[in-house]
């Protein structure tokens, strides 16, 4: 049975959904846990990769900040051209300083920006901080 293709603009309406967690969730490889809006991006994009990523990585910054903004982008033709990645990710203080930078050759994540918060080990969608 084919997979359906994923609209991500109603995933966006689904995500919008989440306001807050009463679950939270540890990913195996990681200290790092995740809300229940996170669990349904992973599960509807099937991007466990990226939440995976988000979480090593962004832990790691801990002790640079309990407060990390994660900024997925994926790059214009014209810069995939240029610097041969496909996407990003931003790790900052949630006041612009730059913590660490990320590039992907691929990335099959649905959006071309996206935000998380990473907040005190959790990682959560905007809606749910």
């Keep these: 049975m084919e997979k359906q293709k994923l609209n991500p603009e109603r995933l966006r309406t689904e995500l919008a959904r ?3 967690s009463t ?13 229940e809006g996170i669990g349904h991006l992973a599960e509807r994009a099937d991007c466990y990769w990226l939440v995976q990523d988000v979480c090593t ?5 801990m002790q640079r900040s309990s407060f990390v903004t994660v900024d997925f982008v994926r790059f214009s033709e014209a810069e995939r051209k240029r610097t041969g990645f496909e996407a990003s990710v931003k790790y900052t203080d949630g006041n ?7 590039s992907y050759l691929m990335a099959d994540f649905p959006f ?10 959790t990682l959560m969608l905007p809606g749910e901080y």
């Design 96 to 102: 612009g300083t730059l913590l660490q930078q990320q």
């Design 23 to 35: 679950r939270l969730y540890r990913l195996p490889t990681t200290n790092g846990r995740h809300t």
């Design 57 to 61: 990585i962004a832990f790691g910054l």
């Design 18 to 20: 989440f306001h807050g």
């Design 112 to 121: 071309d920006n996206f935000r998380f918060f990473y907040v005190n080990g």
